[in-house]
Structures are given as structure tokens and as C-alpha cells.
């Protein structure tokens, strides 16, 4: 995979995130969570956007499930 593939498959998977999340939701969140999910949708560093929610995984991907953002594993 050449690195112009996989800046597109990043650039899509940034594009689905957007269009599929609960922006009004995630607007209604607490100023932290509101800050990690975005960083989520940005750059898909699920880990690091958990580590900065202050969230254990579990309740991290919920969120993001009430959200209504994808995430691809």
C-alpha cells in the first residue's frame, strides 16, 4: 500500500466519522469528552482519544456509540 493510499483511507475514514456523528450530541458533552470524541473523529486514535476522555475503554466506545460515530477495528 503506497502512503498516497493510505492518506486517502484516512482522509474517507475522517469524512465518515464526520458525516455519521451526533454533532448535537457531542456539542452537549462536557468540555473533556466533547475534546476526546472530536479528537476521535479527527484522527482515529481511538487509545489516545480514550486516555484523554478520562473514560475506561468500555465507556469511551459507548459514548461513541450514543454518538453515532463509526469505529473500524
Known amino acids: ?3 498516497d493510499e493510505v ?6 475514514g475522517r469524512r465518515v466519522r464526520r458525516e455519521r456523528a451526533d454533532w ?3 456539542e452537549s458533552l462536557p468540555p473533556r ?3 476526546a470524541v472530536k479528537f476521535f ?12 476522555s478520562g473514560l475506561d475503554y468500555e465507556d469511551f ?5 450514543r454518538a453515532r460515530v463509526p469505529v473500524l477495528l
Open 61 to 65: 466506545r459507548e459514548l461513541l456509540r
Open 7 to 12: 492518506l486517502e483511507w484516512e482522509e474517507e
Open 41 to 52: 473523529i479527527e484522527t482515529g486514535d481511538l487509545r489516545l482519544a480514550q486516555l484523554l
Open 33 to 35: 469528552l466533547r475534546a
Open 24 to 26: 448535537q450530541l457531542i
Open 1 to 3: 500500500m503506497s502512503l
